[in-house]
C-alpha cells in the first residue's frame, strides 16, 4: 500500500512538472513575440512572418499544445471543447437560434412604437440588421429547424487555431480545423491572419479541398460556415491589430446567425480581466456581431457571438477598435521585465470611454423587451 502510494504520488507531481514546463514552453512563445514587437527593430510583418517560417519552434508549439489539450487538460470537469459544443447543441438543437430571432422581432416592433427617428436611433444601438430576421416561413428559420437537427443535417465549423481538431470526433459537425503548424493530418496548414475570402467559392468545393491534407489553405468561403471557433488563438497573437483582424475575418466567413465562439485563458478571478473582456465586447460588437452567451470557467473565459448583421462595410480608421483587442501582457514593459500594472484607475478611464461607443443593446432596453 505504501509504495502504490509513492508511485500515485510522484506520478502526481512528474505530471504537474511537465504540465508546468510544456506551458512554459507554450508562454514563452508568446513572449518573445511580443517583446520582439515591442523593441520595434522590426515590423509586425517580418516578426510574425519569421516566426510562421520557423518550423522548429512551430512543431515544438504543436507538440506542447497538443500533449497539453490529450493528456492533462482532459481531467477538467468540463473541457473547453466539451464547453463549446454543448453551447452550439443549445443554440442550434434546444431553441436558442429560435428565441434570438423571436427577440429579434420584438425589438423591431419596440423600435416602431417611438416613430421615425426613434427607430433609427435604435436600429443604431442594437446593431441589428432588419434582414436577418425573418418571418416562420424564411431562408433563416428553415435553416434554424434543419441544422437545429443534427440527424437531418450537419453544421460546418471551422475551427482556427485548432492543433489536432478535436470536433471531428463529434457528427454533428463538418469540423475544418487549421493551424500554422498541424498536430496531425486531420489539420490543415494555414496563417489565419493572411487568408482571402472568396464570395465564388462554393462550400462543397472547399471541403474537397480541403480533403488532401497537404494542402495549405489561403482562399475560403465567404458567408459559408455555421460556427467558428477561437480556442486559445487570441493570446498567442503579439498584436492587437491581428486580434481584430481574424475577428473581422470570421465575422466573413459565418453565415448571418452562425456562431463565433472565443475561449480565452484567465486563472483568475472574474472581475480581474473584467475591462480587458469589456473591451473585447464592444469592439466585436462594432463589427456586426451580439454576444449570446458567455461564462467564467476556473481557467477560461467562454465568450458566443452571434452574426447579426449581413453585410457590414468594417473599418478601424486609426487603430481605434484593434487597439481594443488588447491583453494585459500588451502591457508588459520591457526595460524591467515586469508587467505594468492595470491599475483601478486604468480601469475606469477605460470604462468611461466605452458609453462613447456602439453597443449592441443597452440594459434598459433589454428589460424592456424581456417584459
Not at 436600429?123 to 428559420?141: G, L, Q, R
Request: charged share 30%; glycine share 6%; net charge negative.
Amino acid at each position: 500500500m505504501y509504495a502504490g502510494r509513492c508511485v500515485t504520488y510522484f506520478r502526481f507531481h512528474f505530471d504537474d512538472m511537465e504540465h508546468k514546463l510544456l506551458a512554459d514552453f507554450i508562454k514563452g512563445v508568446h513572449s518573445d513575440l511580443r517583446r520582439e514587437l515591442s523593441v520595434g527593430e522590426r515590423s509586425l510583418d517580418e516578426i510574425w512572418g519569421k516566426h510562421c517560417e520557423n518550423e522548429t519552434v512551430l512543431k515544438q508549439y504543436a507538440d506542447c499544445m497538443y500533449k497539453l489539450a490529450t493528456e492533462h487538460w482532459t481531467s477538467q470537469p468540463q473541457t473547453r471543447i466539451e464547453w463549446c459544443r454543448d453551447a452550439v447543441r443549445e443554440y442550434y438543437n434546444d431553441g436558442g437560434l429560435q428565441r434570438c430571432l423571436d427577440k429579434d422581432r420584438k425589438r423591431m416592433q419596440w423600435r416602431k412604437i417611438g416613430g421615425e427617428n426613434s427607430a433609427e436611433e435604435e436600429k443604431e444601438k442594437t446593431n441589428i440588421d432588419e434582414t436577418a430576421v425573418k418571418d416562420e416561413t424564411s431562408e433563416t428559420s428553415f435553416q434554424c429547424r434543419r441544422l437545429g437537427s443534427f440527424a437531418q443535417g450537419k453544421l460546418y465549423l471551422l475551427d482556427v487555431g485548432s492543433c489536432y481538431n478535436p470536433f471531428s470526433e463529434f457528427e454533428e459537425f463538418i469540423s475544418i480545423g487549421i493551424d500554422l503548424c498541424p498536430a496531425n493530418e486531420k489539420v490543415h496548414r494555414c496563417d489565419f491572419t493572411n487568408i482571402q475570402i472568396d464570395r465564388e467559392l462554393s462550400m462543397g468545393n472547399f471541403v474537397h479541398i480541403t480533403s488532401t491534407p497537404d494542402h495549405q489553405l489561403v482562399s475560403f468561403p465567404h458567408g459559408a460556415f455555421d460556427v467558428v471557433v477561437f480556442s486559445l488563438l487570441l493570446e498567442y497573437l503579439p498584436a492587437p491589430k491581428q486580434r481584430w483582424l481574424c475577428c473581422t475575418n470570421a465575422f466573413e466567413l459565418l453565415k448571418t446567425n452562425g456562431l463565433f465562439i472565443i475561449i480565452s485563458p484567465d486563472s483568475h478571478k472574474q472581475h480581474r480581466n473584467a475591462a480587458m473582456i469589456k473591451s473585447w465586447k464592444t469592439c466585436i460588437e462594432a463589427m456586426g456581431f451580439c454576444r449570446w452567451k458567455y461564462e467564467k470557467l476556473e481557467h477560461i473565459h467562454c465568450m458566443v457571438f452571434r452574426k447579426v448583421k449581413s453585410d457590414v462595410e468594417i473599418g478601424d480608421e486609426d487603430g481605434h477598435y484593434s487597439n481594443m483587442m488588447f491583453i494585459h501582457q500588451d502591457f508588459l514593459r520591457e526595460d524591467s521585465g515586469k508587467e505594468r500594472t492595470f491599475t483601478e484607475k486604468d480601469e475606469e478611464n477605460f470604462l468611461e470611454n466605452l458609453h462613447e461607443l456602439p453597443s449592441c443593446i443597452d440594459d434598459d432596453t433589454e428589460e424592456l423587451i424581456d417584459s
